[in-house]
Nanobody, 121 residues
Framework: QVQLVESGGGSVQPGGSLRLSCVAS????????MGWYRQASGKRRELVAGITTDGHTQYIDSVKGRFTISRDGAKNTVYLQMTGLKPEDTAVYYC???????????????WGRGTQVTVSS
């Protein structure tokens, strides 16, 4: 079993930046994909970005050019660098690990508890 712990959320003004981190522990040898999902209030959880152990990445269209996902294998950590934040990016962001690529909206696998990101002036 994999345990995931997120950090780095917070409140920023539009146009600001945040970096989310997620540390994996437990059965990390089984992890092929790590990613980030988000869920805004009253909306369904959606995929934001994913990355494989060999560096393949995927992003939803609304964050391309603004968000960057990266992975440090030695630290068992995945990052989400978010720039040019918009109010519509406000959501709880969840870390996810999986063995299926690419990630989809109906992904299974392991989940973190989430970290709140609020973008507001």
């Amino acid at each position: 079993q994999v345990q995931l712990v997120e950090s780095g959320g917070g409140s920023v003004q539009p146009g600001g930046s945040l970096r989310l981190s997620c540390v994996a522990s437990g059965s990390i040898f089984s992890i092929y994909v790590m990613g980030w999902y988000r869920q805004a209030s009253g909306k369904r959880r959606e995929l934001v970005a994913g990355i494989t152990t060999d560096g393949h990445t995927q992003y939803i269209d609304s964050v391309k050019g603004r968000f960057t996902i990266s992975r440090d294998g030695a630290k068992n950590t995945v990052y989400l660098q978010m720039t040019g934040l918009k109010p519509e990016d406000t959501a709880v962001y969840y870390c996810h690990s999986d063995d299926v690529w690419p990630l989809t909206s109906s992904a299974h696998g392991s989940w973190g508890r989430g970290t709140q990101v609020t973008v507001s002036s």
